[in-house]
Nanobody, 116 residues
Framework: QVQLVESGGDLVQPGGSLRLSCAAS????????MRWYRQAPGKERELVAT????????NYADSVKDRFTISRDNAKNTVLLQMNSLKPSDTAVYYC?????????WGQGTQVTVSS
């Protein structure tokens, strides 16, 4: 079955960096776009970044543009989110997501806390 497992979340100071990783299994990873979402306490889940199946196309929410970079390694079935210049407003649980044959799959999430 499809599995998405996120890792890399941590407590970091404002201005710091983190790299999140999502390990995928149970489907043909290289054939599907991948996404990172986040959900802050009391807020709706929001789309952060998207990467196409080949990695040639990426899109970002305005709030993270020029600070976050999404990438993928199709040989390792992994999607990454490099987060730089982190702000307290980036504090959230970050989720990996994909849509396979009309079914939406989510990982369990990884907590990112930006605080001094």
């Amino acid at each position: 079955q499809v599995q998405l497992v996120e890792s890399g979340g941590d407590l970091v100071q404002p201005g710091g960096s983190l790299r999140l990783s999502c390990a995928a299994s149970g489907f043909t990873f290289s054939a599907y776009a991948m996404r990172w979402y986040r959900q802050a306490p009391g807020k709706e889940r929001e789309l952060v970044a998207t990467i196409s199946s080949t990695g040639s196309t990426t899109n970002y929410a305005d709030s993270v543009k020029d600070r976050f970079t999404i990438s993928r390694d199709n040989a390792k079935n992994t999607v990454l989110l490099q987060m730089n210049s982190l702000k307290p407003s980036d504090t959230a649980v970050y989720y990996c997501n994909t849509l396979v044959r009309t079914f939406t799959y989510w990982g369990q999430g990884t907590q990112v806390t930006v605080s001094s």
